[in-house]
């Protein structure tokens, strides 16, 4: 391992600079207008691979934007790693809110500022690193397989099919993915809990046209006022979700379980000035770490209608428009909560308008055991890196493809992730720090090697 470690420390420069190419590629899963560079950062992903000693690499075509695979087998009786990430990212917008370019990568106090930068270019390319330091060094410990895709920003709609197509050949004993976040960077963690999702689309009509606001306003129904109205009825003065049946399934936790999270080390004051706020806000009854992690919510992630130009325009829209993401967790279900959300929204909704809901995507929430062998080879392996044995945490966001890989191909996933919360991932000026991204390749190597012993035993 001396040597792996030594083989990572030499190639930092270089390491970055690769990062850095990537970084540069705008692969926008959600705009089509960036359908070729989704092609191209697979393509790069796809060299890379076989640079740092993978065969079989293919680019596998979908229906929308490519998986890319390769694997490694050193020997058919060692155990398999299967590494998961994705290489397409968040749209950039609001631009002007950027310090600097999103995909003109920068290191700013020791950070990467770039779009993908943690989630999850930087991450998945550790691994990519990771291996080529121990294949350049001969020490691979375990059979290596990747599976990489260019749809999870948009929900992976088609890495289902491709899983369920292809089992034999994603065959393996365990799944490992950094798309996950650790309390700092001197407190290691390893996620064991993530939130499901169901994301929709609302549309409310009332005329069939824009109206004049003064000839019409106070006698046909505003659209963008009603939506407004719907939206705030979901929730009560306690901020409790008020759509029937929402918390039916929800599983609660033990105080016992509650009292263990609430060892996790956490400034409300550090977490409000990060955010210039005055105070947090959410369900009573609950503090901020469990809002984000054992509760569901329901957020609005954007509002639009009417004219939002420069200057002034007395119009009364005809349509009004929401997104719309719930967070889920054990044991609700992301169909479920669409349908029970629809049914209200449609319920609740006056005469003088129509609603249209539009599922987008869900996902299902998980919780992975911390008890498993693999657990302990990824703790183990912080451990040694860090110094420190990490916490095992819950997190608020959503992998969908975690419980599809449990269900489709009977497989428990290690989220070994290296990233930070303040890391701003999906917002402008998202970052990822230069000690997190070397952290996390110095670490991985450590896992394989731990894995394999723990797996002879």
Known sequence: ??????????????????????????????????????????????????????????????????????????????????????????????????????????????????????DDKGQVFMHMKAFESMMKNQALSCNVKFLIEGEEEVGS??????????????????????????IANDVPSITVGLRGLSYVEVEVTGPNRDLHSGVYGGAVANPIQVLCEMIAATKDENNHITIPGFYDDVVEISAEERA???????????YKKDLQINDVHGESGFTTNERTSIRPSFELNGIWGGYIGEGAKTVLPSKAFAKISMRLVPNQTSD???????????????KSVKVKV?????????????????????????????????????EGGSIPIVALFERELGLKSVLLGFGLNSDDIHSPNEHYGIFNFM???ETIPYFFRNYAELMKK
């Open 358 to 394: 539009t599922p987008h995507h869900g996902g299902e929430p998980v919780v992975t055991p911390t008890d498993s062998i693999a657990y302990k080879a990824a703790s183990a392996a912080m451990e040694t890196t860090f110094g420190k044995k990490p916490i095992p945490t819950r």
């Open 1 to 118: 391992m001396e040597k792996v470690q030594s083989y990572i420390a030499s190639h930092k420069d270089q390491f970055l600079k690769e990062l850095f190419e990537l970084l540069r590629i705008p692969s926008v899963s959600a705009d089509s207008k960036y359908k070729d560079d989704v092609q191209k950062a697979a393509d790069f992903i796809s060299k890379n691979l076989i640079a740092a000693g993978a065969e079989k690499v293919e680019i596998c075509q979908t229906k929308g934007h490519p998986i890319v695979y390769g694997e490694k087998i050193i020997d058919a009786s060692l155990p398999t790693v299967l590494v998961y990430g994705h290489y397409d990212v968040q749209p950039a917008d609001p631009l002007d809110l950027w310090h600097s370019p999103p995909f003109e990568p920068v290191i700013k106090d020791e950070k990467i500022y770039a779009r993908g930068s943690c």
């Open 157 to 182: 709609v088609n890495l289902g099919d491709f899983v369920r197509n292809n089992k034999a050949r994603l065959k393996a004993d365990v799944i490992l993915i950094s798309d996950t976040s650790m």
């Open 439 to 441: 952290k996390g390749i």
């Open 336 to 350: 479920k909560i669409t349908a029970l959300f629809q049914k209200h929204f449609e319920s609740i909704a006056p």
């Open 260 to 270: 263990e999270m609430a060892k996790a080390p956490f400034s409300l004051e550090d």
